[in-house]
């Protein structure tokens, strides 16, 4: 059988026409958008894809200038670059490809990667673009710049590191300057290198939980130290990030200098409150107990004063009945005369503690105040008085219990030495205080009881009751006065009774 030429023409047609439906097919369902123009810039195709990236139908641009689809000043070049090529040959994109700017139907740009490539038909030259839309991926990239300068940029040192060697991968400004270290030097490093705190082992268990994924986040506390080898405390939030064929840890750091600093500060502070609440609730129970023990002497005072009187007076008709000649009877109302002075003494005490005596301050002399504490005594003998006093100084006060005070003070001082010593008396002014000082050379006050002295019927001595200091030391909180004591066993004591000083106008000390 014999096929004409007839036949085999319409089987070439057939098979090229085939062929041409199978290229378009290809075309269309291509996710680069391909247009073909011709050697005048006319658009001869445009396929789905490229119809769907500007915005235009295929019908719409054919036979228009392909500088439709660009935004300046690509369009106002292109005409003249196509002219120049079909003139010289010279290239620019044919074959080559770059990033440009497309223009949709409604005007918005976008940027695309373009590639070119030319035909050369029987009809003239063609040229076929190949498009694809980076948007996405510019957009991509422009959230992974932004993100990475917020990164660099921000306050807290962020770390990235490899999950298997540990390496530094990359370190953010913060890091680096507050560390001391180039970006070089640290990209050799490991976080062991300024987390000194930490041994390998000891660092291991920390990311064993981001390992095993039995956590997320990993937070703790430790010290960083720089280049300089100065430390700072820091608080680190860690985590793995297992995205990634090689998983990196990424560590957020903040420097807690100041945190540290205001939270010991604080510290300090409620540990300060907490002992002044200490020493006042101590110095509440103190004077609510001295405010009872107050009454309590008040009562007992009452209540022996009226059978010493009875007995005084018993004694003194018994003296006058009796033989005056008889030594030892002489010797017996001496002693009974001593006893009951003694106790009247102590019945003194008493009632002067249980007393809430209201000061009547006033300026006066400091020698003459002094002067009257001292009349009250006749220093035995074995005593060597030594008394200093600066003349013309006035104080603000009570001067009755202002001598008082110094009566109980001297008289400490002179029992404190019973077999003889120096009794050493001193009145000064200072800035804006008058200091008495009365210094003994007797036999010392133990360290431990130094903070007792001052309490009520605390006392060392064989005779008394242990009010006399406990009535200065309210007498001298009465006057705005302060009672300052040194002592130490077998070396003697010195007391210090400090007081608001009167300054005479336009004199300085």
Known sequence: MTMSSDDHSARDFESLSDREARLRAILETSVEGIITIDERGLIESMNLSAEQMFGYS?????????????????????????????????????????????????????????????????????FTGFVYDLSEHVATETKALRLGRILEDSLNEIYMFDARTLKLLTVNRGARENLGYSMEELLEMTPLHFKTEF????????????????????EFETIHQRKDGSRYPVEVR?????????????????????????????????????????????????????????????????????????????????????????????????????????????????????????????????????????????????????????????CIGDQGQIERILFNLLNNAIQAMPHGGTLAIDCRGAENTVVFEIADTGVGIPSEQLSQIFDPLFTRKAKGIGLGLAISQRYADLNRAAIHVESAPGQGSTFRLTLPRVLEPGKAD
Do not use: W
């Open 199 to 218: 041994t390998p082992e000891q660092f291991d268990a920390i990311l064993l939980p981001l390992r095993d994924r039995q956590v997320r986040v990993v």
């Open 238 to 394: 860690l985590q793995l990030d297992p995205r990634s064929d090689d998983p990196v840890f990424v560590a957020i750091v903040s420097d807690i200098s100041e945190r540290k600093k205001f939270q010991q500060e604080l510290e300090g502070l409620v540990g300060e409150r907490t002992r002044q609440l200490e020493a006042a609730q101590e110095e509440l129970i103190r004077k609510e107990r001295l405010a009872t023990l107050g009454k309590l002497a008040g009562g007992v005072a009452h209540e022996i004063r009226n059978p010493l009187g009875v007995i005084r007076n018993a004694a003194y008709f018994l003296q006058q009945a009796s033989n005056d000649t008889d030594e030892d009877v002489r010797e017996s109302f001496n002693e009974i005369e001593r006893a009951l002075n003694s106790s009247n003494h102590i019945v003194g005490e008493l009632l002067d503690y249980a007393r809430d005596p209201q000061p009547n301050h006033t300026a006066f002399s400091a020698d003459e105040a002094l002067a009257n504490a001292l009349a009250a005594f006749r220093v035995p003998q074995s005593i060597h008085l030594v008394k200093e006093s600066q003349p013309g100084l006035d």
């Open 58 to 126: 295929e019908a719409a641009v054919l036979g228009k200038n392909v500088t439709l689809l660009m935004p300046p000043p690509y369009s106002e070049d292109h005409d003249a670059y196509i002219a120049k090529y079909l003139q010289t040959g010279e290239k620019k994109i044919i074959g080559i490809g770059r990033n440009v700017l497309g223009r949709r139907s409604d005007g918005a740009t976008f940027p695309m990667h373009l590639s070119v490539s030319e035909v050369r038909l029987s009809r003239g030259r063609f």
